[in-house]
């Protein structure tokens, strides 16, 4: 830029002074200032330096020698504007041979430490802890985490009423807990009643602990009574959660006196419908290790149910539903149920409430 700029000031002077510009036509700056000054007079008046020259220079002619200085000047600075542009950059290596890939792409991470008077900033401020010290509030205004607190909950999935045989019943199954996320006290109920007489009855009184998100354990006890036959006590232990698919699991193993073993099987799964309706499959298997005749029990797969019941959410606590479910006994605890007169199979037709409290 300096160089043009010089040029056009000598051409400039030149001009002024009448002298004729092929005197100096072979000097490269020189060439170089009657190029730029042909190209300012085909672009316009705009610039009034290349004007006053073109003005000045009308009637004279260029001789043939000035014209080819000009054409080579104009390629030898293309070339060095070309060579200008592929310049690489300051600290790479010169040289046909350095290719793209060699090139340096990471630049070191500039590493920097903490000053020596630096606070630590996992520490409390002058050995103030949280709850305690002077500025520790009551226990009542504590912060807790959400897993600390003690939380209480009641389901009952079923309370309904079903008719088999011309026989009324009306049935119970729920379940309630009391404690935190990870360690809860559980109860777990489930009922006949006929004609105003409780005709069986489960009743579990367990310890939970979660395990994982969706599985928790349970140990405690088991009682058995009604219809005025002998009562069963048991140990219980199991799990209960939510498996793979949204399928809800429930599966309890117990131990009793006189080398009684029993294991419970429950299983459901919600087909939706709408955010609001769906139905719900459920199936439940009972097995003991041993004949038990004072309550008409026979070792083996016992019974078996198998439920349709199709529920509304009116919202999410209060669910009405309808549906069937088909009971089955089966090995000798089937050969018990003839032996008093009562049928294998069974049929029932269910309506009722899921309630959640």
Known sequence: MKVKGISKTIANMLVMLGLPLTTVAQTPAVSNMHAMQDHDHMAG???SSSHMADTSMQGRTRPASNTKAISQVARSNAEMSEHESMKMPEGMPMGDSVKVSERPTDMPMQEMSASAGARDPDA???GFTRNEGPF??????RLRMGDEDWMASARFDKLEYARAGGVDYGVYDGQAWFGGTYNRLVIKAEGEVSNDKLQEARTELLWGHAISTYWDTQLGSRFDYGRGEPSRQWLAAGVQGLAPYWFEVDATAYVGSQGRTALRLNANYDIKFSQRMYL???VEMNFYGRND??????AGLSDIKLGMRLKYEITRQIVPYAGVEWSGKLG???????QEGSSRHEARFVAGLSLWF
């Open 45 to 47: 008046p705009s610039q």
């Open 124 to 126: 409390y401020s002058d």
């Open 136 to 141: 520790a509030l009551a226990p009542r205004y």
């Open 280 to 282: 719900q499959p459920a």
């Open 293 to 298: 005749p004072e309550r008409q029990l026979g």
């Open 332 to 338: 000798q605890t089937a050969q018990y149920a003839e």
